[in-house]
């Protein structure tokens, strides 16, 4: 039978074009502009907005006349707003830039009071070229002495909300500093635990090449790509403090390559990882210290057995770096190794990219000498932090 096209599965959709809305041009002007404003006027706006509507229904119900309502909020609006940007030119002056002092509690009634007179003088100014402004019944003392109370407690609301947003606005941003402060120590941090290669290492690596060249010099070559492929993955992961486990582990068997070349038939290695986890992101080099523990103290008496699991189960990564050997730390070879930089350095970047959503232990396993094994096991929960 004839497979038909993917488009053809759904008939009933054939020929209709995906509906794409578009902004009519003036709300896309306007959008633009609003976009263009400060912060300062995008809050002065909303909120004498809300005011104004507020205040048509308050004057609507007072005067029952939706034309003096609109009227008189159009005035008092254009007032508050020249009023309250003149204020905040002067709240920006230097003696309150921070916060609010008895003399700026002092300042924010004076400036309301003259503000609250300044409106209520130019609705008895106004009233004198349009007289139906204020009803008969509503002039005199009133006409006056209501907007003057009414608008003195919205200017000193609004002043109390600006240093409130202000100190807020304020707050945050320091906050941000601070993140981006802190940030900037954690990378530096991660790069510098990350770039604590052990040198020894390369060296050993490089002295290997140097002696298999004159008589095996296609071995000598194999340890030299390996070699290279791993220096470019340590390279690549000093700009990238996350990768994934499939990038981790190529990183990995690079470096085994060269171990394994080294050591021929003393070293084996197996490195199982499942295919959900292969894609999970991990922290670039955080396993790399395991296994070199590993290969450094493992026993390699009777062969060095080395195995690296990694599955993902719900959330939760699990890792397990596996070889032969024991813990004792007693023995010659491990007092010449600096303690526990290795393990350090993993513990560290834990903390640094798995905070509080990990687990890491050391364990020994096994009750004679020669089948004693010891295992490294990690937990990491989520995704980690860095990039």
């Not at 002696?211 to 194999?222: V, Y």
């Amino acid at each position: 039978m004839q497979r038909l096209p993917a488009r053809a599965k759904c008939p009933i959709f054939h020929g209709i074009q995906p509906f794409r809305p578009e902004l009519p041009a003036l709300s896309a002007f306007l959008l633009a502009r609003w976009n263009g404003l400060s912060l300062f006027w995008r809050i002065q706006i909303a909120g004498w907005g809300l005011f104004a509507i507020a205040d048509v229904v308050a004057q609507r119900v007072a005067f029952h006349s939706y034309t003096i309502a609109f009227a008189r909020t159009a005035l008092f609006l254009v007032c508050l707003v020249a009023i309250s940007t003149a204020m905040r030119g002067i709240y920006l002056s230097r003696p309150f830039a921070n916060r609010v002092s008895v003399v700026g509690v002092a300042l924010i009634g004076l400036l309301s009071l003259l503000g609250a007179f300044i409106i209520a003088s130019t609705v008895v100014l106004v009233h004198e070229a349009l007289p139906w402004i204020v009803p008969p019944g509503r002039r005199g003392v009133e006409e006056f002495f209501v907007p003057f109370v009414h608008y003195f407690f919205a200017l000193v609301g609004w002043s109390l909300a600006y240093f409130w947003l202000r100190a807020e606005l304020a707050k945050q941003a320091q906050r941000r500093r601070t993140m981006r402060a802190q940030a900037a120590a954690l990378r530096a941090e991660l790069e510098q635990l990350r770039l604590q290669l052990d040198p020894h290492f390369l060296f050993n690596a490089l002295n290997g090449v140097a002696e298999e060249i004159p008589e095996h010099p296609a071995a000598a070559l194999d340890m030299l790509r390996n070699l290279t492929a791993y220096l470019r993955h340590s390279l690549d992961g000093i700009n990238h403090t996350v990768v994934t486990v499939e990038g981790e582990v190529a990183g990995l068997a690079a470096y085994l390559a060269v171990q394994k070349a080294r050591f021929g038939d003393r070293l084996h290695t197996r490195l199982d990882v499942t295919p959900e986890a292969a894609q999970r992101r991990i922290a670039s080099f955080l396993l790399q210290p395991l296994v070199e523990n590993a290969v450094k103290h493992g026993r390699r008496d009777d062969g060095l057995d080395l195995r690296v699991d990694i599955r993902l189960s719900g959330d939760t990564l699990h890792v397990e770096v596996e070889n032969t050997g024991t813990l004792d730390a007693t023995r010659p070879s491990a007092r010449r190794q600096r303690p526990g930089i290795g393990l350090e350095n993993v513990r560290r970047r834990l903390a640094l990219h798995y905070p509080d959503r990990h687990a890491f232990s050391l364990a020994e396993i096994g009750e004679r000498a020669g089948d004693k094994k010891v295992t490294a096991t990690l937990e990491l929960r989520g995704e980690p932090c860095g990039s």
